[in-house]
């Protein structure tokens, strides 16, 4: 059974960090795009980041230089530290997974084929 569970969400003042983290069960982690979406209240779910099997990221320019990206193929393992967050970043943080066949799925939210729950990520003024 596949699974994405998503932890370490929370609140936290702008201007400040959080690590959130992803960790995958019941599929070939190795082989597999990860990647990080967002949806604020009332907005449509955004790509944040996109990572391949060799951890090669792309980010979205919303939060490239403050947000990073770490994979661990060994334990199944994504995480993305948030840093300088911001009132506009509070939304809830999904994690999503394609294999690698096929097109790069980058952050388009159709290509990608499991999901987690996601974790609420509120930052206040």
């Known amino acids: 059974q596949v699974q994405l569970v998503e932890s370490g969400g929370g609140s936290v003042q702008a201007g400040g960090s959080l690590t959130i983290s992803c960790v995958a069960s019941g599929f070939n982690y190795a082989s597999y795009y990860i990647a990080w979406f967002r949806q604020a209240p009332g907005k449509e779910r955004e790509g944040v980041v996109v990572?391949?099997?060799?951890?090669?990221?792309f980010y979205a320019d919303s939060v490239k230089g403050r947000f990073t990206a770490t994979r661990d193929n060994t334990k199944n393992l994504h995480t993305l530290q948030m840093n300088r967050l911001q009132p506009e970043d509070t939304a809830i943080y999904y994690c999503?997974?394609?294999?690698?066949?096929?097109?790069?799925?980058?952050?388009?939210?159709?290509?990608?084929?499991?999901w987690g729950q996601g974790t609420q990520v509120t930052v206040s003024a």
């Open positions: 999503a997974a394609r294999h690698v066949r096929g097109i790069y799925p980058g952050l388009t939210e159709a290509n990608y084929n499991y």
């Open positions: 990572t391949s099997s060799g951890s090669i990221t």
